[in-house]
């Protein structure tokens, strides 16, 4: 089979050309373009704390400036255990810095080690959806198969609601069979933000003990949590898990330092073995002079987390609001960088026509969610809105999506 494309002449391989280009890199590319406030891709306008940029700089200062250790630099991953421990998730007092942990560049590479070390050619791999979107990517690079539990959306909408998304426990015991090694868990979820709920993780824990399934979570929004009662739990912690979890989670969205990619994988020795088995052929290591910034962002980042969550929740409560008001309905999140949104009183075709027209004509850029869906049908009426942007940015978005009105179906639009 040729990978060439007769048209453009570029060449994909064969497992990775059904996914084209990443909606974030896209979507971003055209606010760019149209000079649009950015709510699409995830990512802070603000930067990090001066105390974890000014540790990086010294670090670079002091010589830091070659190779890490492949599994981190000790500070590092010590503070990352230490800080399982003070969370209370070491409830063995197993965690052992170097052992068990492993320091990648971000967590898409964790997702991407834990994906290619861990699976057989084969594999089934069950992913909520809408998932993350580099999920399916990296199960195709490992020659591993994704089976698709639903998260149904919320059977009501709206600020008063406060209702999330949920699944099927029945679905998700269906898709079990004999070719599944694992369930993927991300909470809280992107792009719904979603906090799987102590009995959902039970359950899902439940099934991952029966069938000797490993469960793979992305918790990289572990820490940005806006409700009372919405508690993070992280499904290691649970009867029969600790063995059978791969832990992955960042500094970039706890401390709003995306770009600099450090993240890490928590898991047994033996599972950990799986991961730094790819891990050490990929990058090798993380930039080492960031990972001695984050060393310093674990241990005295508290005050600064703080901080950020505060700034999210009123910019969540903001748009969330403004949204409402405008004629979206609106799924409140608990937790994450995201709001998603039912844009279908706008009279669009889809979600692309939406965030593309959103874009271009009124200002705000958005991530059509089908991206995050297996069937993009299912989400043409989405719409995902990022908030971890400073108040002026919000308050330019909210501004501009005042000038959105309904349009007809067909016609009008050119
Ligand atoms: N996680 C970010 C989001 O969901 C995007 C990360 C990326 O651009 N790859 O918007």
Redesign the pocket.
């Known amino acids: 089979m040729s990978n060439t494309d007769g048209t453009s002449g570029t060449r994909v391989s064969g497992a990775l050309k059904p996914f084209g280009t990443?909606v974030?890199a896209e979507m971003t590319a055209l606010a760019t373009k149209h000079q649009a406030a950015n709510l699409a891709?995830?990512f802070p306008d603000f930067d990090g704390p001066e105390f974890v940029k000014q540790a990086a700089t010294a670090a670079i200062g002091a010589g830091h400036n070659q190779y890490a250790r492949m599994m981190g630099v000790p500070a590092l991953n010590e503070a990352i255990a230490r800080s399982w421990r003070e969370r209370g998730f070491d409830t063995l007092g197993e965690i052992e810095a170097d052992s068990w942990v492993t320091v990648t560049t971000g967590c898409?590479q964790a997702i991407a080690s834990t994906m290619l070390g861990l699976l057989d050619p084969g594999d089934e791999v069950i992913l909520f959806e809408p998932f993350y979107d580099s999920y399916r990517p990296c199960l195709a690079m490992a020659r591993a198969v994704p089976r698709v539990v639903n998260l149904r959306p919320p059977k009501a909408w709206g600020v008063g609601a406060r209702e999330g998304f949920w699944f099927d426990e029945d679905e998700l015991r269906r898709a079990i069979g004999p070719k599944t090694r694992a369930i993927l868990i991300n909470t809280p979820h992107?792009p719904t933000g979603k906090v799987f709920t102590q009995i959902e993780l039970e359950s899902i824990a439940r099934l991952c003990v029966e069938h000797d399934l490993l469960a793979f979570t992305d918790e990289v929004y572990e820490h940005l949590i806006y409700d009372e009662g919405a508690e993070h739990v992280p499904i290691a912690i649970l009867d029969g898990m600790r063995e059978r979890t791969v832990t992955m989670s960042s500094l970039g969205k706890s401390f709003s330092l995306t770009g600099w990619k450090i993240g890490w994988v928590v898991a047994t020795p033996r599972l950990t073995a799986g991961v730094r088995a790819a891990h050490q052929f990929l990058t090798y290591g993380a930039a080492t002079p960031l990972q001695y910034a984050a060393a310093v962002a674990l241990t005295n980042g508290k005050d600064s987390i703080r901080a950020l969550v505060s700034l999210l929740k009123g910019n969540r409560d903001l748009l969330a609001g403004a949204l409402e008001r405008q004629g979206f309905k609106v799924c409140v999140p608990a937790a994450s960088y995201f709001i998603m949104a039912d844009h279908s009183a706008f009279g669009f075709e889809d979600d692309w026509d939406f965030c593309r027209t959103l874009t271009r004509e009124v200002g705000v850029a958005a991530i059509p969610p089908s991206a995050f869906y297996q069937d993009g049908r299912d989400a043409r009426h989405l719409v995902r809105f990022?908030f971890c942007k400073k108040p002026k940015t919000m308050e330019a978005a909210i501004e501009r999506l005042a000038r959105l009105t309904p349009r007809a179906k067909s016609g009008a639009r050119t």
């Open positions: 990443s974030f891709q995830g898409t992107n990022a």
